[in-house]
């Protein structure tokens, strides 16, 4: 089984190490990241959102990343 895990971050700056510790823990289950954030005129904005492309432990991971941040899920 296979899901995509969104997670937006609302303060990336704060959030990215923590976030990434947990990708780090879990990272032989994510087979693709893809973060996207907005771009203003003059500077990067400080919210975003990351996609995950999860093959294995998708509950574990889900669970793991639910306890700190909203997210969604699409198993297929």
Partial sequence: MTAIIGVPLD????EAVKFQQILTECGCNIRTRIGLHNI???????????????VNNINEIYDTLAKHWKIQIMRF
């Fill in 11 to 14: 303060n990336r700056i704060e």
């Fill in 40 to 54: 203003g005129e003059y500077k990067c904005l400080n919210n975003g959102i990351i996609l995950l492309e999860v």
